[in-house]
């Protein structure tokens, strides 16, 4: 399937590993030009030689804390520089600590707040005019699926991201007669550092070992796997592309069946 993504522009957050890699990866296989972020330069750069050397295509690294509002005002100017223009706004951060209220101290919640929500918002605050200029644009949101089935022991990640499902939803509704259309994705357990982080915590607090966790966690899925990232960024180059031209608003989990709600 030819999702007409060829010669695109695409901006992706927190992509020197893990989710945002593999979006970057997914959009640059489609032919999307491709701005790349994190705050390590050496990663981030090795993810931009990998992603070109498989791809062939354009790929800029650029160094940025998306939690400062000044990092992402040069991000996107440098992307814009670069290549005239955003397209395709895909946001991610690293998510906040796992924690339960009990033992959440005071500062981490602005912390969490700034990481995950404000990001979300000072990146399309950056893009959106562009893109609505154009009358062209795809936003998504990498969330969690935590926003329709919180855990028990990720308190700010439960809070927080359901505060970016807001966003999208009311973003897709501004901008839907402007072509600039907004979904988020929500990842289930995926193979990803900070997959690997979280099954630490829990099995250190528990006194089990990390492969029992992650066995615990098999066992609920209904693939009796978890993820693979490229799983995740397979739908969001769908999600970015004219294939997707009729959907907006939708909030769609990536997670092999976890979730058991039915909405």
Known sequence: MDLGLKGKRALVA????????????????????????????????????EIHAETLTDVWPI????????DIENLVSQAMRQFQG????????GGPPATTFS??????????FELTLMSAVNLCRAVVPQM????????????SLTVKQPAGNL???????????????????EFAADNVLVNSVLP?????????????AQAKGRGVSREQIVREWEQQIPMRRLGKPEELGALIAFLASDRASYITGAAIQVDGGYIKGIY
Request: charged fraction near 25%; aromatic fraction near 4%.
């Open 14 to 49: 927190a992509a020197s590993h893990g989710l945002g890699k593999a979006a970057a990866l997914e959009l640059a296989r489609e032919g999307a030009k491709v701005v790349i972020c994190s705050r390590d330069k050496t990663a981030i750069e090795k993810a931009a030689e």
């Open 63 to 70: 160094v940025a804390d998306v939690t400062r509002l000044e």
């Open 86 to 93: 955003v397209d395709i706004l895909v946001t991610n951060a």
């Open 103 to 112: 033992n959440t101290p005071a500062e981490a919640w602005p912390r969490a």
């Open 132 to 143: 609505r200029q154009r009358r062209w644009g795809r936003i998504i949101f990498i969330t």
């Open 155 to 173: 308190l700010l990640s439960n809070v927080i991201r359901t505060a970016i499902s807001g966003l999208s939803k009311s973003l897709s509704n």
């Open 188 to 200: 289930g357990y995926t193979l990803t550092e900070r997959l690997s982080e979280l099954s630490e």
